[in-house]
């Protein structure tokens, strides 16, 4: 399965509303669809699972939808620290698949 | 709480042959499929190899070409990847992760450059 992010770049202020694109080739089994956040020099950290529960810790200005071919990452009110790049996985089918990613600037 | 560390990764040079390591802690380890993800610098993920908790099933990246293998000791809570026939486009971080559902858990990586 192919997923495929869009935009491939976001700039945008403090407090505006980030929507991240992740679109896969074919269905995505039973919305098995997670997002990581990365930071430079940092391992991947999970933020959405199944497609729309957040992980452990994660604040609630990030939210996950979507399901079949479509998902959607939402930051609310981005904030300094997003600043990142944010992958999304599909574990539903073998191989696993990642999109190549979306980076998010804060201006 | 869930641990993983990656070790082995360094400079070799190409058609050499590395092995890298896992160590894990905080759960059972023989009862988790264990993976591998790499990340080229700069670039997106990809899965690399996949093992069973017991070890008797392995799955590869197709990419690879049975240049991979890897393995696991139960009774040292590790995992591995031994890697062989490198070229520079193995040149990558490399990560262990497991799926203890419905979470994902990540190591901190340990780059591998393949260079003369």
């Known amino acids: 399965i192919v997923l495929t992010q869009s935009p491939g770049t976001l700039s945008l202020s403090p407090g505006e509303r980030a929507t991240l694109s992740c679109r896969a080739s074919?269905?995505?089994?039973?919305?098995?669809l997670a997002w990581y956040q990365q930071r430079p020099g940092q391992a991947p950290r999970l933020l959405i699972y199944?497609?729309?529960s957040r992980a452990t810790g994660i604040p609630d200005r990030f939210s996950g939808s979507g399901s079949g071919t479509d998902f959607t990452l939402t930051i609310t009110r981005v904030e300094p620290e997003d600043s990142a790049v944010y992958h999304c996985?599909?574990?539903?089918?073998?191989?696993?698949?990642f999109g190549q990613g979306t980076k998010v600037e804060i201006k | 709480e869930v641990q993983l560390v990656e070790s082995g990764g360094g400079l070799v040079q190409p058609g050499g042959s590395l092995r890298l390591s896992c160590s894990a802690s905080?759960?059972?380890?023989?009862?988790?499929?264990m993976y591998w993800v790499r990340q080229v610098p700069g670039k997106g993920l990809e899965f690399v190899s996949g093992i069973t908790g017991s070890g008797s099933y392995t799955f590869y990246a197709d990419s690879l070409k049975g240049r991979f293998t890897i393995s696991r000791d139960n009774s040292k809570s590790t995992l591995y990847l031994q890697m062989s026939s490198l070229g520079p486009e193995d040149t990558a971080v490399y990560y262990c992760?497991?799926?203890?559902?419905?979470?994902?858990?990540w190591g901190q990586g340990t780059l591998v450059t393949v260079s003369s």
């Open positions: 996985h599909q574990y539903g089918s073998s191989p696993w698949t």
């Open positions: 905080g759960f059972t380890f023989g009862s988790y499929t």
């Open positions: 199944g497609a729309s």
């Open positions: 992760v497991n799926l203890i559902m419905p979470a994902f858990y």
């Open positions: 074919q269905s995505v089994t039973d919305s098995y």
